[in-house]
């Protein structure tokens, strides 16, 4: 509770014995040292707690965008993978993607924090918070494209499984570990600064795995495959979650310095402007495409910006974020039509906010690349993360929700379906004291 | 990913020659500057996302005290009022309001942050990141005057004329250039420290000018002049709106030292103090004046009380803090009251809270003002800037109302407004599961 | 708005002088330890304003946890007793908690500021900032154990002598003062570190005063003693509160350094392990004793994580931050259930959340002390501790709430209770466009 100064206590012991010029000197050099951590562990945590509140974030979206019969189930998957996926990213995930690597593939050591000099070097904590968090929002990706027909169970085995290894696996290519060095895409040049691959493509795989394995809800799809809308029930709440989402956002983009410096204002523009011009752009394709400008649409217009401008959101000027974020927001549009012609449900959008714009932001981040823009080398290596990022995320998936269909069950009955899952998976309703329609 | 210090490198490279002892402490003093300063970066990058976060506050405020049917159109028009105003800010609103001038009335340089010093000084970015926040605080304060009538490409239009131009020019007056000497209201010694006028009252006598121009809802006046109430859809989701904006706004207050210093303390306490004032006095004046304590009215006083000390929330004491805001809790009550009595219908009391207030706020930093109380001249230079907000943004405003009015139309149709503008303008509803009634 | 280096002008001016060397390293010092306070303040702050955030968590999971026909009441008392408090906590509560004592049993100095060197030294504005929002904390968490059934006017007075009285005397034994030495708990080596009892529970035996001198809601329980469950509103809303709580505590537990130091980093990743473990075990208790994985009780489980974690935040380990958050979430079922089968009616469950798990957590914080395990000595004081927090608690609660029910008047009438207090105490409906059921 009292603030007393560990500075001020080396340097009175100091004073008991004559020090040098030199040896002065080199003191304060670690008195400054020490500020400047310090001042790098609070920005990381701040950034880290932005990232968590995200988890709220996609928790009003994906619950304002589906149906009042299902509310607090879809909510509580949000909470329930953060919890969950918490528990094994601790136990798991953070040392296969951090830690040192034995096999060369993926880390090997750091289960549970073992092997890190915790002792001495307290970042490993704030690092794994920072992480954490991003761990976090890779694995709730996926519960806005299974809302409303999955079982509770077989989406916490789900959690576990992504957190502990899909998500860190891919992420030990791309960002390497804590101590060793880089990852075998980092080592290419692979340019994703805060994840539009590593966390967001990689979700919205998933997603697209797990929407294909559940198949559409009962009344998505005529039986000539045309799609009949199924609306939000709470357009109010899933803006509050847009906007939430963006305010943690900064910390998503700003805070992967992991350092307090000036490098983060860049960022925190460059974030800004691609999430204003997805907002804008994507409101004006609907109102061509759709007449009106649709109050969903513009949303996930918002949040494709945010998502695009992730990968380069530190190596883009800011011209080329609004671009980035206009592309994303006409994109965004453009790729929720496609998986709805093919006949893939997904109640929130979220394959083409996370998936299909992540993979348009990490190639943007080599496109628009401020040291080097349009080198044909780097937008190669930008498309192989790419591609290795579907090729790793899709497969693994589908196969997970495959074992989770053939095991536990991944999908409701359809009886349960209708009744909605509040009722069904957790006896209760979200608005009791409402009277409910078209439900 | 990984943390390297830059000042270690520094070192590493300091030590290959031999330093004086003069040299190394200068070496020193950059060290420490350099650590400061990253300090200044990340205090106000998050000051700055919490006012972001204020977007948010408005949209839950207005939505929630207005109708269902139009519940998703006003959070729509904040979320795009931010987006279209932030591409203006960025483009000509900066330039204007701290680029340097030829005309010696605001500024003509650094649009599209042209000019400024980019790659040798980043502050550029962490400045307009937070002036970019302030600009859409006040373009969104209108949209609550607005709100249930108003067209939605009108809106957009005006949220681009006052982002760019309106707020930027008057701003210029008040807070001078990041470069160049300070504007002329500054240099008589105006003291508006985060913007009760230069942010508030602009933003409130806009609303003002829309409220007039556009007219009173359908049926929200009697032939004879007298009010019909009509009460907000979603009361929890209006006092959620409060709490973010109380929220948000110690990044407002706080965040305008733009340095990490003590001084951000007193900020922090007298915002507090000035708020729970504002509430507690809002409520004992609805208790006398209405028999019963009116849960709007006190959600705008607490709202009042922010507004009532953010030009002076550096300069008076804790106690004056408090009655700086038990009066703008009193002054709101009244001012509510009397706006309506003259026929102009404010759904949300935005231009009570922001105009009305924001200048009692302007007033108080001058009559309060910790270093020299009640000083006349001081008082006579607040009363100037005062005037001059009003003088400036009301007949602009008003302007751009009606000429937006007269070129794309400025209020929906009857029949539209009847329906509500969730439908009439986007095709959805916001609350298509629940039964609604008295819309 | 234009920064400036105090720092730089210092070494100007000093640059007039010819310096030794010794008092060059001096000047040197003196700067190194002005930017880490400086960073100190910028975090205490912002871990102040995250605590503030937890009064809208509060609000909306005491609101989404009640029926709709009280839905405004609820939270507008939130915001008043937020608003009183500090009134009150500025006035008296502060001086009695940390101003200097006369007595030896608690703080007779510092009232409304005085007496504090605040001129030389801003940081008592600071530490204000930080401590208001904790009693803020204590003070709120009866209202929801007394939701829908207490008169407005007699929760406003009780929120002034908890903030002013109650919470500051205790905590002046654990917390002791800002200058003088420790209070007499805090000497005995009770470990308490951001306030598992000294907010929570000290809140939480408030809180079960309140219900049982309330007694329960018309319709609670049957002749037979039998409960009636009467569910939650809005659980999405309650969900938000959640998620708000969660954010919040980071603030709560990491900014109780109140020093921005790498001591924090472990507090983020305790307080995130426990709350996932207070969520998961809750779960799985709530699954087997219920058989279906129970919303409410859900997401009381991740707030009793973070309750139990609040006193050992920074001297558990994270793998036994992950028991004692099971152990809560475990222990808050059936804590609930028992409070229940005795006849208190504890709408949300704040006297388990707080009160009980307040006590767990606290037993934790010595029984898992990473420096000394299981010491029975520790283990002693804290249970004295706890015990002392009932004692002194209770009984002054239960004094306070007679008073106010001999007086002004504690307990709306049947008929006012009936009518809902959005009508009955406010005059108007949280929800005026909605059809209403099961009210």
Redesign the interface.
Known sequence: ???E????IM?AASAAVVLS?AE??AL??I?????????????T??A???V??M??GF??VE?GFT???S???V??KN??D???G??AY?AIGFGIMFGISKTGWFGTSGF??SDFNIDRD??V??F??FQ?VFAATATTIASGAMAERTR?IGYLLYSVVVSALIYPVFGSWA??S?YKGSGWLEGLGFIDFAGSTVVHSIGGWVALAGAVVLGPRIGKFNKDGSANPI???????A??G???L??GW??FN?G?T?????????I??TT??S???G??FA?ITTWFK???????I??NG?LAGLVGITAGCSNIS??FA?VTGAVAGVLVVYSAAFFERIGVDDPVGAISVHGVVGAWGTFAAGLFNSADMFNLKIMGVQLLGIATAFLWAFPTAFILFKSIERTVGLRVSPQEELQGL?YS???????????????
Chains 1, 2, 3 share one sequence.
């Open positions: 509770m009292r603030r100064s560990v500075t001020r340097i010029a002065s000197l304060e050099d008195m400054v040292e020490e500020v400047q951590a310090n001042a790098d562990y609070i920005w945590l701040v880290a707690f932005l968590f509140f988890q709220a928790a009003m619950s149906r009042a019969k509310a607090a189930n909510i509580l909470l329930m953060f919890s969950m918490s528990l601790w549970f924090f307290p970042w904590f704030a794994w918070m954490v509770f960002w390497g804590l609306p939000g029930h709470n357009l109010p709440l803006a509050l847009v906007f939430i963006w305010f900064y910390g700003a992967s992991t350092r307090a410096t000036s490098d983060t204002a860049l925190a523009v800004t402007l999430a204003t011009g907002a804008v409101m759709y007449r009106k400008p649709d109050t969903s513009i949303l918002a800011p011209f609004v509040d998976e957790h006896g209760s309703a979200s608005y009791p004291n409402f009277t409910l329609t078209n439900i």
